[in-house]
């Protein structure tokens, strides 16, 4: 009876309640009564696809687990390079079992999964000594359905020594050209950062120092390296369609962008943050679209900005964002959040304005907790 006495009680509570505000929002008070601000906000269509969980597909054995290498995106496909270990229970060793491409197709419902063979220069090393070989260590870009990477190599001098490879459309991996960086350090089997190919004949990658970044690009057919510093905290390379090689990142409390070898190209746009923290950008034909964690912004080429979408607000928690794509007038992610692989479309045709509504809750009382 008891039991009965305390739940009428607590249904009586809750109807009070109901009656004393009509929807909970952001703000209390005491004695304000409920209204709605005036003011309308843009808003976008959103289409998200969550990737499936790629490690089931290489994980066999209860003691293997997966190491994520790099993750990219093109039109309607991902890529996603991974390394396979396992646990040797004689020894209690660790053990390297491979290295596989995956990629996953719009819908997005499914991984494919390509073991990357043997890999070495013609004749550097004998078939059989696989300490020696290349293993794949970074995706480098995709043309035409053809996946291009850097591969890293154990020399016989006991340094890591960096080499170009592909994997075409049916699976086969092969190397294509050597590339001139000598790791010093064999502990050390990974690229320290990304390096982008333009599908013709130029490498890219960059370097950090305290007083800025330079970005390298290489000539595969002629041998030829260049360097140009640039005063900003390079983030991220991409390859334009037009074959151009493009930077973004931060200084200080600015978005930074521009064409490699063109500081001419240069745009700066200050965030609001006290500190720029942009991890995707993308340079489309009506100005830099660029994206933090919080929100997605865009920068016209008369240096005007707008916010377009205001993640958090739209439910939204991103921890990485690896790769933005403009086309056909949307604009697409590929993202992080909620522990998975995430692509995330918007269509920038569907704008329409919505009535921005500020709900005050009214209370003849005082609840610390709600304010």
């Known amino acids: 009876m008891k039991h009965i006495k305390n739940n009428f009680i607590l249904l009586i509570f809750i109807a009070f309640l ?18 709605k601000n005036g003011g309308e906000v843009s808003e976008y269509s959103i289409e998200e696809h969550a990737l499936p969980d790629a490690n089931t597909n290489l994980i066999t054995e209860s003691d293997y687990w997966v190491r994520e290498l790099d993750i990219k995106m093109a039109g309607d496909k991902v890529y996603r390079l991974a390394q396979l270990w396992g646990q040797d229970p004689e020894y209690n060793v660790e053990l390297d079992l491979g290295y596989f491409i995956q990629v996953s197709e719009y819908p997005f419902t499914e991984w494919k999964s390509y073991e990357a063979s043997f ?21 480098t870009g995709i043309y035409d359905d053809t996946v291009y990477f850097a591969a890293a190599g154990l020399q016989k001098n006991e340094k890591i020594c960096y080499a170009l490879g592909k994997m075409d459309s049916s699976g086969t991996f092969s190397l294509t050209a050597g590339y001139p960086i000598i790791q010093e350090d064999p502990e050390y089997d990974t690229f320290c950062n990304d390096i982008f190919f333009d599908g013709i004949d ?36 991409r390859i334009s369609k037009e074959g151009k090689a493009i930077w973004y990142g931060n200084k200080e409390d600015f978005f930074c962008g521009g064409e490699a070898e063109n500081m001419d190209n240069a745009v700066a746009c200050k965030n609001e943050e006290e500190r720029s923290s942009v991890e995707g950008a993308m340079q489309a034909h009506d100005g830099w679209y660029f994206s933090d964690a919080k929100s997605l912004k865009v920068t016209k080429d008369d240096k005007t900005s707008e916010e377009l979408i205001d993640w958090r607000s739209r439910g939204y928690n991103f921890s ?5 794509e403009v086309k056909d007038n949307s604009l697409q992610m590929l993202t992080d959040f909620e522990g998975r692989h995430y692509v995330i479309v918007v269509d920038l045709d569907s704008q329409k304005m919505v009535s921005k509504q500020e709900v005050v809750i009214s209370m003849p009382f005082e609840i610390p907790s709600l304010n």
């Open 18 to 35: 109901t009656m004393g505000c009509v929807a909970c929002g952001s703000k209390a008070t005491s004695n304000g009564s409920m209204t």
């Open 320 to 324: 990485t964002i690896h790769e933005m």
């Open 202 to 237: 130029t490498v890219y990658s960059y370097q950090t120092n305290p007083s800025g970044n330079d970005v390298i690009s290489y000539k595969i057919s002629s041998g030829y390296m260049h360097k140009d510093s640039y005063p900003a905290s390079i983030e991220r390379i």
């Open 119 to 139: 890999l070495n220069l013609d004749g550097e090393y004998e078939a059989t000594d696989t300490r020696h070989g290349y293993h794949p260590c970074k995706i």
